[in-house]
């Protein structure tokens, strides 16, 4: 997401279960994308041939980790990205229970289902040094097969703050 006046949409999708979970990605690690290795929301450019954002974010969690059946809450308001990325439109979707997910490698390293209450919980957030901007608070989520810690910051951490907070 580099050029300026972009637009995009995510898609934060959301268990319909006891305890919901929320379903992260490790974006792939390539030459010229200053997002490598990040935590996300699976996601991507606006493509003429998409009718709405809410088509956007359904096709881009397809395309990267193979949900399907997804049934669409809604999208929340857009959100100006840093370094001039453009606008991202935040799409929820609920689905039944966590799906097995076929990833992309070419653009996800790997993806989990985490339950939402850690991105909700103070016990996971951290303050981070950015040279840019000084400190920053974010959540450090225990990730993946191996449980290592993800730092959601950012967009990701920026959507889901005003996520948990139409929850509330």
Known sequence: ??????????????????????????????????????????????????????????????????????SAVGAMDDIKGWFRTGVVTPVVFTVAQPQALVIDQREVAEADWVPLQWCASRQFR???????????SSWAIPFGTHGEQLVVWGLTYRILSNFIALCR
């Open 1 to 70: 997401m580099d050029a300026p006046g972009m637009q995009a949409a995510t898609a934060l999708i959301i268990t319909e279960q006891t305890e919901p979970r929320v379903l992260l990605i490790r974006r792939a690690v390539r030459d010229g994308d200053r997002w490598s290795g990040h935590a996300a929301l699976p996601g991507g450019k606006v493509e003429p041939s998409d009718g709405t954002r809410i088509d956007t974010a359904r096709r881009e969690a397809a395309e990267e980790t193979g949900i399907t059946g997804l």
């Open 126 to 136: 951290a303050r981070y040094p950015y040279p840019l901007i000084g400190p920053w």
